[in-house]
DNA sequence: GCACACTGCGCAACTGTTTGCACAAAAATT
DNA sequence: AATTTTTGTGCAAACAGTTGCGCAGTGTGC
């Protein structure tokens, strides 16, 4: 047991050449004599030789491995896009090292400053809900450490960022309830801090307004993401004198805990009020009734980010401008909008 | 742009000191001059230094990280235990590094060489479904790498492992429906290589044994994880000329492809047919009806695999006898056994 | 006045790998 | 035969940090 690995070293002395000399002929250098060549190959096979990445890391001032920080793995579009993330960046010879910042900006910090010691080659980062301060992520870029942004970006930070156009997603979503007779529509935002919430806020605002539809202030809520909050502001909604026809939420798990809200008050779903996610969480199509949602392409995201990132640390002595790339999403529709058109 | 980082060199140049110097002062080191410690601990400061935890890492021969090795993080059991593993292994100061085998063996063993050469810390292990060689593992075992299996371990190789008791899980939920009145009971178990699955079988049988319920082969099914599989598999149970009267299923998953299959067949659920599943996702008490399903501590799970691991790491060079943790599951209740008792 | 202890710091080795340079021997060219 | 080129190999430095040891210089005790 605790054998240490095999090293250059270690094939040197038993072949009575030098470390360089094993070096070189394990790569073909065109320098050492065949007879040499083979000798090395032959023993570094027989003794399991492998080059110590560390130490490689190590002599290249960078590890080979990004660091990916997202919110919750727990939540579908995260963990779909770190399979994306991992497959680009696995073929390209990079190890992922994930954290999870649990939607706090200390912790983000925290985990960023940390992964910077450790000489991570880059970041692909989904910004924590409570993020409002960017200071670590211009100190990434004054250390010239490669970085890009996914779904929840930072429009303060010039940086590479992969997201779906959130406005025109919740603008088709509204369009399509409005298509089905609803008038009074309202949104169950995430918490006001998050950016993407508001860009969707916009774009439900502005397909109102393009459908003649005075936007009702009372109908716009902000939750947080745990279920208690989000009962609380859908009972608002559906407990009041009007109750909407149709709710466009944040996020699947806001859409479902307002569906559980509006059946304890008795409506029905979607003939009392239709109801939009935002996801395309796998529960959706398991639900009753099956929900409409909006489908992010989770893995395509975090595989593009890891392009993206790649390209950075391959091309670290170039300075390449920041990219923005919108990916489509779509509406699937479900049962849970499915009311005749009037 | 692309400054490097501060190193012991660049301040101990400034200080007109050695590097040791520098150094021990920073670790307050007795042997140097008060005066001195302040010069360096002033310029630190103001230098913005932290020490290069590659650096480190290369000279202790050792990352401070542990390599996580899951099938799939979707899995809600995976993503959770991957918060618990984080958890603990943060606080003691290592990161982690997670892979994902997607149920692959060939995946897995590419990445635990990888991770190796690497030279992580450790490694937590669940096994891909394929996996039926182990030799990855012993090799492990050989370089002195410490190791921890959890949920879906392996028992051919003596190393720390913390599961549930996939037996008695499984026991008490067959105990339960046979008490509501079931006896016709069928098993939608996972594939067959997965011992946990067979774990939870053996569990069905001891229990229909113990109420003198004769075993029916045909009731017994084994699907993979996908959803035509499950189906198929599902319909071949309950388009059968006796269907049976209650269906205990490997996971959630199977067991709500299981229920539409069910559904498909016109069969109530619970009144012609209980169904209960397995790892409690939270998808369970959402769908109609609730899911019956057994809860596993997935977060405990993670951190005490991430217990055992850096006792491991941080006692290499005594030897310790390998640990079989066994953590308690839950069966919760809900609507889809909920019928009358006879 | 001499031995001894203590204080404050630097030297050098070590971790595994790569790579520019040097240098000898062999081969090729004058 | 003398020079140049080619070939095959080794030396040493570099990456950032830690640590045993040594070595001055100062202080203490008898």
């Known amino acids: 047991m605790n054998k240490r690995q ?3 070293k270690d094939l040197a002395e038993k072949l009575n050449v030098s470390v360089a000399t094993v070096s070189r002929a394990l790569k073909d250098h065109p320098r050492i004599s065949q007879k040499t060549k083979e000798a090395v190959w032959q023993l570094a096979a027989d003794l399991d030789y492998e080059p110590n990445q560390l130490a490689l890391s190590f002599r290249n001032r960078q590890m080979n491995a990004i660091g990916v920080v997202v919110p919750k793995i727990i939540y579908h579009l995260y963990a779909t896009a770190i399979s994306g993330i991992e497959d680009y960046a696995n073929a390209q010879g990079y190890n992922i090292i994930i954290c999870q910042s649990n939607e706090s900006m200390e912790r983000e910090k925290a985990i960023i400053n940390e992964l910077i010691t450790s000489q991570v080659a880059g970041f692909i980062i989904s910004l924590s809900s409570e993020t409002n301060n960017f200071d670590h992520f211009t100190r990434l870029q004054k ?15 010039d940086a590479d960022r992969v997201i779906i156009d959130n406005f025109q997603a919740s603008y088709d979503a509204v369009d399509h309830l409005i298509s089905t007779g609803c008038r009074r529509i309202a949104y169950m935002g995430g918490p006001a801090e998050v950016q993407i919430s508001n860009h969707r806020l916009k774009g439900y605002q502005k397909a109102l307004a393009d459908n003649g539809i005075t936007v ?18 859908a009972r608002r909604l559906v407990y009041g004198p009007q109750p909407p026809e149709a709710i466009l939420a944040f996020s699947d798990q806001i859409a479902i805990n307002t569906m559980i809200a509006c059946k304890e ?6 003939e009392d009020v239709s109801i939009v996610g935002f996801n395309n969480e796998p529960v959706t199509e ?5 929900l409409t949602t909006i489908d992010q392409p989770g893995f395509l995201m975090g595989k593009t ?16 401008k920041p990219e923005k790339r919108i990916l489509s999403s779509t509406l699937i529709i479900r049962k849970s ?5 009037l």
Not at 217 to 232: A, G, I, M, N, T
């Open 305 to 320: 980010a890891a392009e993206l990132l790649v390209r950075q640390i391959e091309n670290s002595d170039t300075v390449i």
């Open 143 to 157: 250390k010239g450490i490669p970085l890009v942004f996914f779904n929840r970006e930072c429009e303060d930070v």
């Open 337 to 341: 909008t499915n009311r005749n058109r």
């Open 286 to 290: 398991l639900i009753e009734p099956p």
């Open 6 to 8: 095999t090293t250059l």
């Open 216 to 233: 009702d202030e009372r109908l716009v809520q902000h939750c947080e993401f745990d279920k208690e909050s989000v009962l609380s502001h």
């Open 265 to 270: 008050r008795g409506l029905k779903i979607p």
